[in-house]
């Protein structure tokens, strides 16, 4: 009912940038929350940001703050994620998630109806 596609991943030197997108279709998503979670090899998956869809909270883990940025486009369905300053321990896979029960950015994973398959963000030292 809901698809989600993450782009705009891939490798970055620490201290840089990456902005990645998450184009969303289906019904419902007026009404939606939505967040970027991420994953790193032997971790749990972990919130990074989250957003209402029309744009009026926001939402951020503490160790993104102040660099990272979410925002959405809601003519092109579409949320971002812009992460700046990067930092090594933000490699993962990062994920773009739908919550269509309420309207706000859900810090809990299991709150999420629909996923992105995820995409890989790599930081070297």
């Known amino acids: 009912q809901v698809q989600l596609r993450e782009s705009g991943g891939g490798l970055v030197q620490a201290g840089g940038s990456l902005g990645v997108s998450c184009a969303a279709s289906g019904r419902g998503l007026s009404r939606s929350g939505m967040g970027w979670f991420r994953q790193a090899p032997g971790k749990e998956r972990e919130f990074v940001a989250g957003?209402?869809?029309?744009?009026?909270?926001?939402y951020y883990a503490d160790f993104v703050k102040g660099r990272f940025t979410i925002s959405i486009d809601n003519p092109k369905n579409t949320v971002y994620l812009q992460m700046n300053s990067l930092k090594p321990e933000d490699t993962a896979v990062y994920y773009c998630a739908a919550d269509v029960d309420t309207y706000y950015g859900s810090p809990i994973p299991t709150d999420y109806d629909y996923w992105g398959q995820g995409i890989q963000v790599t930081v070297s030292s």
């Open positions: 957003i209402r869809w029309s744009g009026s909270r926001t």
